[in-house]
């Protein structure tokens, strides 16, 4: 099973990231693929992320996620969303 990473980032981290590019969505929902491992940080909304094996993910702001290549899943964005993000 592909599990998600959650945690808060140190002020490091958030330094590091937030020189990253950026990607916003407004409210939807839809499914999604990860062809490769996707870290990123939240810098607003709210995300309920829930893949193919039942696990339920609740991000917000402050959150850095990684998600890992190849996990499968459905992003409801409940708030509109502006995350920083790096790829592999």
């Known amino acids: 099973m592909k599990k998600i990473k959650l945690e808060k980032p140190t002020a490091e981290q958030v ?4 020189r990253e ?10 499914d999604w693929e990860y062809d ?3 870290t990123c940080y939240v810098v607003k909304g709210d995300i309920r992320v829930t893949t193919l094996e039942g696990e339920v993910v ?3 702001p402050g ?3 990684t998600f890992p290549q190849g996990l499968r899943c459905r992003w409801e964005i409940r708030a509109p969303v502006l995350k ?3 790829l592999g």
């Open 15 to 18: 330094d590091a990231m937030t």
């Open 84 to 86: 920083h993000y790096r």
């Open 21 to 30: 590019p950026t990607w916003s969505a407004g409210t939807s929902a839809f």
């Open 58 to 60: 609740e991000i917000g």
């Open 36 to 38: 490769s491992m996707e």
């Open 63 to 65: 959150d850095l996620v």
